[in-house]
């Protein structure tokens, strides 16, 4: 089973740009989707991009509205989040997630078999 890490979580003022990025251990790396999902204080968690095993596609939640992007690097078995022009609300704890299947809705919590350990993004105001 794959293990996932993720790192790149920090503090950044509004405005700023932070790279989170999410290490699997699997050699069939390029046979998961990925997901990216975050938890803030007080708040279930929630989507917040995913993209194909290919990279092919790529699916954000409404909020980001072109400031983040997904992408991945299947020969470092790694996929990233650039996350850009970050607010305040963008403070949470991101989690990478990994997906086996093939499916249309990659926003569902559910389509995911395992999850990394969060790393920590505060943004100040």
């Known amino acids: 089973q794959v293990q996932l890490v993720e790192s790149g979580g920090g503090l950044v003022q509004a405005g700023g740009s932070l790279r989170l990025s999410c290490a699997a251990s699997s050699r069939t790396f390029s046979s998961y989707a990925m997901g990216w999902f975050r938890q803030a204080p007080g708040k279930e968690r929630e989507f917040v991009a995913a993209i194909s095993w290919s990279g092919g596609s790529t699916y954000f939640a409404a909020f980001v509205k072109g400031r983040f992007t997904i992408s991945r690097d299947n020969a470092k078995n790694t996929v990233y989040l650039q996350m850009n022009s970050l607010k305040p609300d963008d403070t949470a704890v991101y989690y990478c997630?990994?997906?086996?299947?093939?499916?249309?809705?990659?926003?569902?919590?559910?389509?995911?078999?395992?999850w990394g350990q969060g790393t920590q993004v505060t943004v100040s105001s």
């Open positions: 997630a990994a997906s086996r299947g093939l499916y249309s809705d990659y926003d569902r919590e559910l389509r995911y078999e395992t």
